[in-house]
Nanobody
Framework: QAQLVESGGGLVQAGESRRLSCRIP???????AAWFRQAPGKERAFVAA????????YYADSVKDRFTISKNNAENMVYLEMNKLKPEDTAIYYC??????????????????WGQGTQVTVSS
């Protein structure tokens, strides 16, 4: 499967915003797209997910009301708009695509395709 390609990471100040982008080759063959992140010394964690059909969205409690996931089916793109960034948001952010059932949308082990990750560093 073709690899997903993330972009948009970088160094930002606390309180600022950043938008990550992910190109998903063959997006039409998947049901779900998601963002995960892995901070230094921590396990990979779910951030947000979106259903390709209907656009329903799901968020981790730690980012709800600050982050917004969106998509453009025609361009095979998924985005993560991150607002009010905090130092604890510092991590490598990964884009993923899969077709698992809704009840497992937060389970990273069930996603079939992944990007290489993009680093987001939030300074205080």
């Amino acid at each position: 499967q073709a690899q997903l390609v993330e972009s948009g990471g970088g160094l930002v100040q606390a309180g600022e915003s950043r938008r990550l982008s992910c190109r998903i080759p063959g997006f039409s063959s998947y049901t779900n797209a998601a963002w995960f992140r892995q901070a230094p010394g921590k396990e990979r964690a779910f951030v947000a997910a979106i259903r390709r059909y209907g656009g329903y969205t799901y968020y981790a409690d730690s980012v709800k009301d600050r982050f917004t996931i969106s998509k453009n089916n025609a361009e095979n793109m998924v985005y993560l708009e991150m607002n009010k960034l905090k130092p604890e948001d510092t991590a490598i952010y990964y884009c993923a695509a899969g077709s698992q059932v809704l009840s497992s949308i937060r389970d990273g082990a069930l996603y079939k395709a992944w990007g290489q990750g993009t680093q987001v560093t939030v300074s205080s």
